[in-house]
């Protein structure tokens, strides 16, 4: 897509004008809400891990569903969203030390995404590495019966993915944002209740 259409496709965006109207630093505060609108999962825990973070607006509908929480946020770049509540690292969480961290999690959210090439299959074959990078630690972050809600670009490892957190969750689903693009491959997929 050319730039100049990507610039006039957002502007005409209606969940752009509405991110903008309510206060949320971009579109994607909504395809949270309608995730926790289905499964209720944010007011229900106290410590949350959000992966890829920048620039807030997961960390908006977080902090304003459930105050209470503890969120642990990550990003190579900025927040521009903070509120005493959240821990920012402005790290990749991929090779930081989870060790360091005081807590283990009770619901873990991953909105990262690499840097795009263009090329559909080569960039989801990116995030699949990224998301089974961090399927890789689930078990030594996490708290019993935890979530773990991820995007991902739908490609040929999603299958390979699901199964695998088949075996460590009691329930996995797909779910599609009216948010989301209808053109865009981007999916999520929602694991509940840890297996420990």
């Not at 959240?86 to 360091?100: A, G, S, V």
């Not at 995007?151 to 999603?158: F, P």
């Amino acid at each position: 897509m050319k730039s100049k259409d990507w610039i006039n496709r957002h502007k005409n965006d209606f969940f752009v004008t509405k991110a903008l109207k309510e206060g949320y630093f971009s579109r994607a505060a909504f395809k949270l809400l309608e995730i926790d609108k289905k499964y209720k999962f944010i007011e229900k825990s106290k410590n949350i891990l959000e992966i890829g973070a920048a620039p807030g607006s997961w960390s908006q509908v977080v902090i304003k569903k459930n105050s209470n929480a503890n969120l642990y946020a990550f990003d190579l770049l900025d927040m521009k969203f903070s509120h005493h509540k959240i821990k920012f690292y402005k790290e990749d969480f991929l090779t930081f030390d989870y060790k360091k961290l005081p807590l283990n999690f009770d619901l873990i959210l991953s909105d990262i995404a690499p840097n795009t090439t263009g090329h559909q299959s080569t960039d989801h074959l990116r995030i699949a590495s990224m998301i089974f990078d961090i399927i890789s630690i689930l078990n030594k972050i996490s708290l019993p019966s935890s979530s773990f809600v991820f995007k991902i670009w739908k490609g040929s490892e999603e299958t390979d993915i699901v199964k695998l957190l088949k075996t460590m969750y009691k329930k996995v689903s797909y779910f599609k944002p009216k948010s989301s693009r209808g053109e865009s491959s981007e999916i999520f997929i929602v694991a509940e209740k840890l297996i420990l």
